[in-house]
């Protein structure tokens, strides 16, 4: 890069996104490598920053917004045949996590109007997508407070029971139930996930939505990060652990299907064995079908990096990781286990990435499923077969597992709406089994 720069025209050189402004001075003051740092949310100023660098300055804006929702930029879909897609609904954080950057580094929560993402659901099912994604740093606390929205929904949010905020409780705008139900109703046969949620956000009118409409998958993520009470007031999570529990035996009440998943941190400051085997114990318990497990590591601005000390051995980080991994590992094998013999819709996604004679796809549980790349008929009982393509939704015979996978035999093609309803060799179709 360093001989392209010096050429009649050189190149210039910028480094853009939200860990720009962490690394402002590292790049622009002190190695002077790049020309230009722009932050997420100073994309419209390119084109200023950009003319400043022809006079040879280096210029800089990492200002984070508290409106920026990007709600007029339609991203651009690199992989366009996909059968799956993901629509950014929120950007930024308030929960001020100890542990976390997002709110340095994305900023405060602000919402995209509800206009412009149903705009883009649509347009992607009239493409053809039959899985979108709902994204936000969280997720679920979406808040569409546009001029058309803010008269509605006047009362304060409600929380889970048992749960808090750093933050005072908000009031007006349309909510993620509201939103949630928007979307689901675009297109019958697409269906519809969310990540990454916050626990705090499932009050019971989100849960039975989710219950109660086929195209939104029984399959949420709930992150502990710990098992601790103790551990969990160090992270500023505003619940306990007992709290947690009482919420996932409420969504297992309300959602008898549900797949859950989580986060977990561990070696935080401060984290005893004692809290440590509070958080194996409740993998065990809770047993969840996946689970993204991590071990502590301190970043500048956090309210840990000011207020806390990283003083869990490097050692015994790994040690409790691996520990952890091996628990969620074992109850994961055995949920997986219980479902050899069901019959799952599955969509579609592409050839397995290990063989290219079996197809790839997931179950409403979001769980990986493979099956062997054949004809199969196009209805239940029917003669005409037809081969299977990514986008396809097929009907699974489960019959064998690990602690990551499942695998089956194809019986038919079928679609969204219809499974739930369908008899296949004798036994009722099932979108996933509850642990």
């Known amino acids: 890069m360093k001989t392209r720069r010096n050429k009649s025209r050189p190149l210039k050189v910028g480094v853009l996104g939200c ?18 740092i722009a932050g997420p949310d100073a994309y419209r100023d390119l084109p200023r920053l950009l003319s400043l660098t022809e006079s040879g300055q280096r210029a800089a804006n990492v200002v984070l917004s508290l409106e920026e929702t990007y709600a007029d930029v339609m991203p651009v879909r690199m992989n366009a045949g996909a059968p799956t897609a993901f629509v950014s609904i929120m950007r930024g954080c308030d ?13 405060r929560e602000r919402s995209r109007p509800i206009k412009s993402i ?20 969280n997720v679920n606390s979406y808040r569409d407070m546009s001029e058309q929205q803010q008269q509605l929904a006047g009362s304060p949010t409600n929380l889970s029971a048992g749960f808090g905020t750093i933050y005072r409780k908000k009031k007006g705008g349309l909510r993620f139930s509201a939103l949630l139900d928007r979307v689901s109703q675009v297109d019958p046969e697409m269906r519809i996930r969310f990540v990454s949620p916050h626990p705090k956000d499932f009050p019971d009118e989100v849960l039975q939505l989710i219950r109660d409409r086929p195209n939104i998958c029984n399959h949420l993520h709930l992150p502990a990060q710990s098992g601790s009470s103790q551990v969990l007031q160090s992270m500023r999570r505003n619940h306990t652990r007992e709290a947690y529990l009482e919420l996932v035996q409420h969504v297992k009440e309300v ?25 194996l114990s409740l993998a065990r318990q809770v047993r969840y079908d996946n689970a993204y497990l991590f071990a502590y590591s301190m970043r500048k601005k956090t309210h840990a990096y000011h207020k806390l000390m990283d003083d869990v051995p490097a050692g015994v980080k790994q040690r409790r ?28 996604e592409g050839l397995s990435k290990k063989s290219p004679s079996d197809l790839a796809g997931r179950n409403d549980g979001n769980t990986k ?20 393509k990514a986008g396809d939704y097929v009907a699974v015979k489960i019959t064998s597992s690990t602690s990551q996978v499942l695998k089956g035999i194809p ?17 009722k179709a099932v979108n996933i089994s509850s642990t």
């Open 255 to 279: 959602i008898p299907d549900v797949s859950l998943s989580s986060d977990f941190i561990v070696g935080f400051c401060g984290e005893t064995e004692d809290d440590h085997n509070q958080t």
């Open 321 to 348: 990781l691996a520990e952890l991994i091996d628990v969620c590992r074992k109850g994961m094998a055995e949920a997986n286990a219980e479902r050899i013999g069901q019959v799952h819709l599955v969509l579609v």
């Open 95 to 107: 929960n001020m996590c100890s542990y976390c950057i997002v709110p340095f580094t994305r900023g």
């Open 369 to 388: 499923v493979i099956i062997p790349n054949m004809d199969i008929p196009d209805e239940v009982g029917g003669q005409q077969c037809s081969a299977m």
């Open 118 to 137: 149903l705009e883009e659901v649509r347009a992607l099912s009239e493409q053809g997508v039959k899985e979108v994604t709902l994204l936000g740093q």
């Open 411 to 427: 019986l038919a093609h079928t679609n969204l709406q219809g499974f739930p309803s369908l008899t296949l060799e004798g036994q």
């Open 19 to 36: 860990m720009a402004e962490r690394l402002k001075k590292d790049l622009l003051e002190r190695e002077k490598s790049v020309d230009l």
